[in-house]
């Protein structure tokens, strides 16, 4: 992978080698860890160990984006992070905390209580203003690959030819967010999103094609479906499939790993890096 640097609101995280970024779902109905990190208690012991465990970068989100999912009012989506970060910055002031959103209102509250980086898993498709708010608080954002909108997003997989397909998509997107001032844009490539489970294989084995963009790479495959559906298991069951899809994904330039599980995350970056020496 290539060496990078992101500028979090005045804070320089350099990239010269794999990151891991540990997801916080404040939701009850995500599809792997829904409803276990509501209390203040869980919520803090989750980062604290996540942390420990060599996470460089906490997601947070409430808004779940599993098929099916009951949309969320901005209201609510609002009250379920708003308190959470806040007290999360307070507690450990100096982790790089991420943004789960496809809001730009939303983006803006939570930049104000500790927020750096802003992931749209719309890829600034869903709300444009999402590109003002990421360049007026100097945040990084991280553009994810998908087709349809919040409702079709799991349906939509007709492409042309995929590789091209999503190289043209990310084009136009991260030429949006120059335009805007933004100076540091992360890629994902959407993984589980607007994807079959060939079309995500072919993409995992194929995503090195995306380092011509010049932007660091996210990998988001933690227990995704793809991973269980194809072995016949469980979210639960998926921890191994993850670890390896994970490294297959660190072998082909993703720059930063995006996990439920941080610890076997760390693990395959330390073995990856040894090969690398």
């Known amino acids: 992978m290539k060496n990078f640097t992101l500028n979090c609101k005045g804070k320089l995280l350099a990239v010269d080698t794999p990151i891991v970024m540990g997801i916080l779902n404040l939701t009850d109905d995500s599809f792997y860890d829904g409803g276990k990190y509501i209390s203040e208690a869980a919520v803090l012991a989750r980062v604290e160990q996540m942390l420990a465990d060599g996470a460089t970068i906490i997601d947070i989100g409430g808004m779940s984006t599993r098929p099916h999912a009951a949309a969320v009012s901005e209201e609510e989506e609002l009250k379920r992070v708003l308190g959470p970060i806040g007290m999360i910055h307070k507690h450990f002031p100096d982790a790089i905390l991420s943004i789960d959103t496809v809001r730009s209102s939303v983006a803006e509250a939570v930049i104000l209580q500790g927020v750096s980086i802003v992931n ?90 995306f380092e011509q963009l010049n932007r660091p790479l996210l990998a988001g495959l933690s227990r995704k479906s793809m991973l269980y559906k194809l072995l016949n298991t469980t979210a639960e069951n998926a921890l191994n499939a993850t670890t390896i899809v994970n490294t297959i994904a660190l072998q082909n330039g993703s720059a930063i790993l995006r996990v439920h599980d941080v610890k076997e995350a760390m693990e395959c970056i330390k073995i990856y890096n040894q090969l690398n020496k």
């Open 120 to 209: 749209d898993i719309s890829g600034g498709t869903e709300d444009e203003q999402i590109f003002r708010v990421a360049a007026k608080y100097n945040c990084p954002l991280i553009l994810m690959h998908r087709q349809g909108n919040l409702q079709t997003m799991h349906q939509e997989i007709s492409y042309t030819h995929l590789l091209t397909d999503i190289l043209d998509y990310f084009t136009r997107q991260i030429g949006k967010a120059t335009e805007a001032g933004i100076k540091d844009v992360i890629v994902d490539v959407g993984f589980g999103f607007s994807k079959t489970i060939d079309q995500n294989y072919s993409l995992l084995k194929n995503i090195s094609v």
